[in-house]
């Protein structure tokens, strides 16, 4: 099984964030896999991935960064696949890392996830591969649809909490 999503971090103190969009993309049954890679640190291998990254299959590629976060605008840059980014809270709250995703010049789009938003990155993903796969197209809308159980029952929950001036 070949992969079809690439999830890129910085390092590994970056898992626990790009984790969440690792267990997504397995639960929704997404092939998908998982590289250590930095924009500063090892340049030319970001740009041997990115270059390759559509000749491998990749048709979605989430890269997560902190700090300068420079990794998903770099990838964007020598890809025509799409970049989700994933900004990561390591300073300044994580806005650096925010600011530095999502403003990217006319023409080099990064789709991006709130800051340390990995699961919102697998759901992206998903929805991107879900509009050419109607299986996956339809795993996803049973996770939509249980969502919506969801929030009903804490609905039907919250009725038994009860407030002096609670009214419903």
Do not use: W
């Amino acid at each position: 099984m070949k992969p079809t999503v690439s999830i890129i971090m910085g390092s590994m103190s970056d898992l626990p964030i790009m984790e969440k969009a690792a267990k997504f993309l397995d639960s929704m049954e997404v092939p998908f896999e998982m590289n250590a890679l930095s924009a500063h640190r090892t340049p030319a291998e970001v740009e041997r991935f990115a270059r390759e990254a559509e000749s491998r299959g990749i048709k979605v590629i989430i890269a997560g960064a902190g700090m300068a976060a420079a990794l998903p605008g770099v990838i964007a840059a020598m890809t025509p696949v799409p970049v989700i980014g994933v900004p990561i809270n390591s300073t300044l709250e994580g806005r650096d890392a925010l600011l530095s995703i999502v403003q990217m010049p006319p023409g080099i789009a990064v789709a991006t996830v709130g800051i340390n938003g990995g699961m919102n990155a697998g759901v992206l993903a998903t929805q991107i591969l879900s509009l050419s796969d109607p299986e996956l197209h339809a795993r996803y809308c049973d996770y939509r649809s249980k969502l919506v159980e969801k929030i009903v029952k804490v609905n039907e929950q919250l009725k038994e909490v009860k407030y002096k001036f609670k009214t419903n």
